[in-house]
């Protein structure tokens, strides 16, 4: 199995967490019948409430979507926390609570999907294609749990839209701040904002710890995309 980037515990008397912390699946689930059976397996072995804590820059699409479909089947309460980043694929496991709390510091940020491809122009023509129904498949979530026309949700995504504590309960894609045990939320801290810079040192973190240097050329944000949304697909 591949790395694992997910965590059950439980304790006496509390309802049961998940931590989904870093990186949402080093490579793609697409193909892959060993790593979703066991997440699904350890998802469904227990039962009641279970309150999803998110701490994640993205990782593969196609883990984030079934991530998603599998914590919309789960037969208790799911509540998400957001205490740090939900940002691209993690945005999209973070719509799956049927109650989103999201921490005075943290963020959410939704973008567009990004691939890599190489070929002739018919190939191209196919990624963009690819591309195309990526993103309706990503604003389904969005707009199931916001209302927001697609439309709009759609420019959110092309501008890279990162939202702090407030806007992300403005915009309604968290239902309030605070912890998933209080009801704190207007009168909150102001949360702060992080910066693609922010992101690029992160990125640069991991090359130097991954040991992957970066082509002479090649755009920084496209080798994050790369390397923290999606082996292959954003």
């Not at 994640?56 to 914590?71: N, W």
């Not at 979530?141 to 916001?146: S, V």
Request: aromatic fraction near 6%; proline fraction near 4%; charged fraction near 20%.
């Amino acid at each position: 199995m591949k790395n694992k980037f997910w965590n059950f515990t439980q304790q006496d008397g509390a309802a049961r967490r998940l931590r989904l912390e870093g990186e949402i699946s080093q490579e793609t689930w697409l193909g892959d019948e060993v790593t979703p059976a066991a997440f699904r397996a350890e998802l469904f072995a227990g039962g009641g409430d279970l309150v999803v804590a998110v701490n994640s820059p993205g990782g593969d699409v196609f883990a984030a979507a079934q991530i998603y479909d599998m914590l919309l089947e789960y037969p208790g309460k799911v509540t998400v926390y957001i205490d740090g980043l939900a940002t691209s694929a993690a945005s999209v496991v973070a719509m799956a609570g049927e109650e989103v709390v999201i921490s005075p510091v943290s963020c959410i940020m939704i973008h567009n999907p990004v691939t890599l491809a190489i070929g002739d122009s018919e190939e191209m023509q196919k990624a963009a294609a690819m591309l195309d129904e990526v993103k309706e498949s990503i604003m389904n979530a969005y707009a199931m749990r916001t209302g927001i026309r697609r439309s709009r949700i759609s420019d959110m995504m092309t501008a890279e839209t990162w939202m702090n504590a407030r806007k992300a309960v403005e915009l309604k894609f968290a239902d309030r701040i605070g912890t998933p045990d209080d009801s704190s939320s207007a009168d909150a801290p102001e949360p702060m904002m992080f910066s693609r810079a922010a992101v690029t040192n992160s990125l640069l973190g991991k090359l130097q710890a991954k040991q992957k240097p970066v082509p002479q050329g090649t755009n920084i944000t496209a080798a994050y995309e790369r390397l923290n949304f999606l082996d292959g697909v954003l």
